[in-house]
């Protein structure tokens, strides 16, 4: 039988575990400091705890409880007309120091039997261990706390700031049914805080490294995403999308396969972002609702080049056309990735552009975990039937042969190679390097562009 | 404004640390202080003292500091006691519907608990049983 669960507070952690964590277990919350352990505790229990279901939080050594109300209260989980009635605080600390910490089993059965509560936090509960001196009495303490905390209906949770290595060496790890693992890393020039099940007894989870950040609500959790298990429906994509440009289309048969991605590499100024546009527009034009996630340009300067290239700004952005942009220096990518693929799952969208994957990659913080994650959004989009097309910089101007970012190119149905052809005027040309699925003109183009868009054509 | 300085404050405290900083203001101010670690205490220390002002947290022991509150505003022999809530969670509206004649939001700030206390001791020599609000 399914054992009941409960729920955490954060829509993307339950998703994590298939539900939340299983009752009457007894969960670490472990991690370094700041990583978000208490956030994520007190936003459990404000959100679950009920007068008839109430939770007990324990403060102990690490912090005065003082700080824990004063902290608490800048979330907007922290209900303080329930602290009293459903949440209430205890300072362990001062009740340890009084009594000893051998009598620690002793004082927490008085607590239950007091407060009947059905979930129970100890934090810092590591705090409480580097007091024990003696690994046998240490032992045999925790030992009688999880016999205590086991015998009495209650889901229970110890907060630490517990380092790797302490996970075979503390007793606490062996009596834990869950432990969850918080985590902070730091790229080249931010930090990132991600969430990871490192045990979970009698239940499943999704495993990896999930990313989240601290908001005003308390932690937003995104889930790592997943490849589809279902396969992509193929007699859908028996069907083509033109791409905004005629003569290109032309080159690719009639188009792009729908649910296909293509990958424009080329230098900047090389057209790329305008391709990307008259594609996308091209879809609003005919109902295909898109959304274009960049980086570079805001919306104002975006409409200004869209403005430029003939296209009705006002007219796209009635039908359907999003603009998603995000500053290069704030994303993240995990929420860009979870909000874009909930917006696909809505299944009102139709053609996505990516401008640009450098970006997208400098946001991450190593170079599988980008490549992963655009690879599961590619399936998302051929399940989903939505086309897309993703832009990527290259550094040489003139001399491009082939894509150094192998992984995308190859997980990519269609190749477009955009470049410079050196010359007294500077002229741009594509080639369409890979066309899966399609006969394709694979010789050198010129591109133009003019008040009326990019066409591309025979090299004179 | 007549005030008693020799009025006795009965302080519900949790926290050893806080308890000296209260003594040592309220002290300092002319006034008498007891103390009390936790609720159930605190009531019975207020039936028996019958203190001019009790100032309590909310987060304590036994019985919490809205409960103590309501409880001494229940009972014809303690309600004449002023209470000021004075506690680190902002619960304004809870400590005026428990019967609190004051609150404050902690950390400790000499001049307003000063002021406050001064302000409930002279409202209850004056037997005045208008609510003051302590902000």
Known sequence: ??????????????????????????????????????????????????????????????????????????????????????????????????????????????????????????????????????????????????????????????????????????????????????????????????????KLRASNSISGLHAFSITENGLEIYPRLLTPKVAPNYTARAERVNTGIKSLDEMIEEGFWRGSTTLVAGPPGAGKTILALQFIGAGALKGEPGIYLGFQENPTQLARVMKNLGLPVEKLLASGFELMYQSPVEVQLDRVATELFRRVREGKVKRVVIDALGDVQRASIDRQRFANLIYALMQWFAVEDVTCLMTFEMSNLFEVHGISEEQISNMSDNVLLLRFQPGVEMRRSLRVLKARGSAHDNREREIRITGEGLTVEEIK | MASDKRALILVVERNPIVQRLEKYFLEQAGYTVEFAADGEAALAQARELRPGILVTEILVPKLDGLSLCHALKSDEKTRDIRVLVFSHLHAEDRAREAGADAFLVKPLDEERLIDTVAALVSAAANGEGEKHDGR
């Open chain 1, 1 to 198: 039988m399914m054992a009941d669960k409960i729920k955490t507070g954060s829509a993307g952690l339950d998703e994590i575990l298939f539900g939340g964590i299983p009752a009457n277990t007894i969960t670490v919350i472990m991690g370094s400091p700041g990583t978000g352990k208490t956030i994520l505790a007190e936003q459990l229990a404000f959100s679950q705890a009920t007068a008839e279901s109430p939770a007990l939080y324990l403060t102990t050594m690490s912090e005065p409880l003082e700080k824990f109300i004063m902290h608490g209260q800048s979330y907007s989980f922290f209900d303080s007309s329930k602290v009293g009635v459903s949440v209430f605080y205890e300072d362990l600390g001062l009740i340890l120091r009084e009594r000893g910490l051998a009598n620690l089993p002793e004082i927490i059965t008085e607590l239950l039997v007091a407060r009947r509560p059905r979930f129970v936090f100890i934090d810092s509960f590591k705090a409480l261990n580097e007091l024990i001196v003696s690994s046998e009495d240490r032992r045999s303490i925790i030992f009688d706390l999880a016999s205590v905390l086991s015998a009495y209906q209650c889901t229970s949770f110890l907060i630490g700031e517990y380092a790797e290595a302490m996970m075979t060496e503390l007793p606490e790890f062996a009596i834990a049914d869950v432990v969850l693992q918080m985590i902070k890393l730091a790229t080249n020039v931010r930090e990132e805080r991600f969430i990871r099940i490192e």
